[in-house]
């Protein structure tokens, strides 16, 4: 039977993610961490240092990270040193830790910022009113990793979610604690999403003493 143009193989349209780099972005390693805090301090970005530090802290993807409103991270004068929230993919609760680098930058952001409680803690440039985007966010990590030369086809928005996930996981080996932290209702989940091989395994078995 007879093929059309369009069925030829040496003629089909290159694929939408053709030239471009697939799979699982990469987490951050602790110096990295610290060359971004350095560039974003720097150049005097508070909104983006104290958005930068809560990324890293609260493991939160994307959709969720940008809705959190102010009522979610204080309480009167004070960030709250741990927080809930409900997962927007899931619809489950997730609690999160903030460290002291994240409090303080997002002090000094929230109170150059203003607000009530009901606000969103990082609010769209085009309507005050509504929260950051999630393209806003996107564009603005692949900012950060590219001025400390970091390949932006590598990073994403993605990788801040599984830094410290990552962090945690190499020091202590512990699954089920990253599957809580992440909000991932199976384990299976939480092994692809670190991308847990063989190699990772047998790395812990060596350093664990009989």
């Given at each position: ?56 802290d ?10 959190l ?7 009167g004068?004070e960030?709250w040193?741990r ?14 830790e ?13 109170e150059?910022?203003?607000g ?16 950051m985007?999630t ?11 590219t001025a ?7 990073f994403?928005t ?7 996930a990552s962090?945690?996981?190499?020091a ?19 092994v692809?999403?670190l ?16």
């Open positions: 039977m007879a093929h059309s143009y369009l069925e030829d193989p040496l003629h089909r349209r290159p694929g939408w993610n053709a030239g471009c780099k697939v799979g699982p972005k990469r987490p951050l390693k602790p110096r990295q961490i610290w060359a971004i805090r350095f560039f974003l301090d720097r150049e005097h970005r508070v909104r983006d240092r104290a958005l930068f530090d809560l990324a890293i609260s493991k939160l993807r994307g959709c969720d990270l940008v809705k409103k102010i009522g979610d991270l204080v309480s004068s960030v040193h927080a809930t929230i409900i997962q927007q993919k899931t619809d489950r609760p997730v609690q999160f903030l460290m002291t680098d994240a409090r303080a930058s997002l002090l000094a952001w929230l150059l910022r203003g009530s409680v009901e606000d969103f803690a990082f609010p769209s440039r085009l309507d005050p009113t509504q929260h985007s393209r806003q966010y996107a564009r603005l990590v692949d900012e950060w990793v400390v030369g970091l390949r932006k086809e590598e994403g993605h990788s801040l979610r599984r830094t410290k962090i945690i996981y190499k202590t080996g512990n699954l089920r604690a990253i599957q809580i932290l992440l909000g991932h209702s199976k384990i299976e989940n939480t692809r999403y991308g847990v091989d063989i190699e990772d395994a047998l790395t812990l078995s060596e350093n664990t003493e009989d």
